[in-house]
């Protein structure tokens, strides 16, 4: 399974737009990438999923270089209430032989200050 | 997206009593699910991963025989901590895989968790 690095926190100000991003040097062609966000006490919550170029959703982008070793979570315009740990994923979701096992690093914990 | 639930959010037992955790699919079936632990201000850790109708596969360190895991239908799992210690309070996290309507991808999503703590 391949191994994600992310900063261990960063600071941004409300209606900044935020982009955290995050290393898998040893990502599998099969691997797609897949960004959660949490909130003490909570369980993840999915942000967006990709498996190349860009993916675009109503909360955020998702950015791919061509090589794949490495992705940017881009949160457009962040409020107080984005304030969480978010985490960066790798895993083989697609095919069914696979069972799509997803193995958490330490995340990003992000601040957004008034 | 798709709904995971969880029961009990909360609870509280006495040391080496059982305490069993439901995890459901609402909205989907799931053929595999996994538990998670969460102890404070760290990161999720995978216990298992639970396929229906098949025994489940524990990551190393995880004791078979203490964390039951039961996957008896498509849209539930079961976590049975067995002889609670005070060392297993923890906040327990479920997920399941979804199928994506493409057929050949999934989303995977997780339960609002369960705070365990063993008295």
């Known amino acids: 399974l391949a191994k994600t690095t992310q900063p261990i926190s960063m600071d941004s100000y409300e209606g900044q737009e935020v982009n955290i991003t995050c290393s898998h040097n040893?990502?599998?062609?099969?691997?797609?990438i897949t960004w959660y966000q949490q909130f003490p006490s909570q369980g993840p919550r999915f942000i967006i999923q990709?498996?190349?170029t860009k993916v675009t959703n109503e909360v955020a982008s998702l950015f791919i270089p061509a090589d794949r070793k490495s992705s940017t979570l881009s949160l457009p315009r962040v409020s107080l209430s984005d304030t969480a740990v978010y985490y960066c994923l790798v895993g083989a979701l697609h095919g069914s032989s696979n069972t799509g096992k997803l193995i958490f690093g330490q995340g990003t914990t992000l601040q957004v200050k008034p | 997206g798709a709904v995971v639930s969880q029961h009990p959010s909360w609870v509280i037992c006495k040391s080496g009593t059982s305490v069993k955790i439901e995890c459901r699919s609402l909205d989907f079936q799931a053929t595999t699910m996994f538990w998670y632990r969460q102890f404070p201000k760290q990161s999720l850790m995978l216990m298992a991963t639970s396929n229906e109708g098949s025994k489940a596969t524990y990551e190393q360190g995880v004791e078979k025989d203490k964390f039951l895991i039961n996957h008896a239908s498509l849209t539930l799992s079961t976590l049975t901590v067995t002889s609670a210690h005070p060392e297993d309070s923890s906040f327990y996290i479920c997920?399941?895989?979804?199928?994506?309507?493409?057929?050949?991808?999934?989303?995977?999503?997780f339960g609002p968790g369960t705070r365990l703590t063993v008295t």
């Open positions: 990709g498996y190349k």
């Open positions: 040893n990502i599998a062609t099969n691997d797609y």
């Open positions: 997920s399941a895989r979804h199928l994506l309507p493409s057929g050949s991808s999934y989303e995977q999503y």
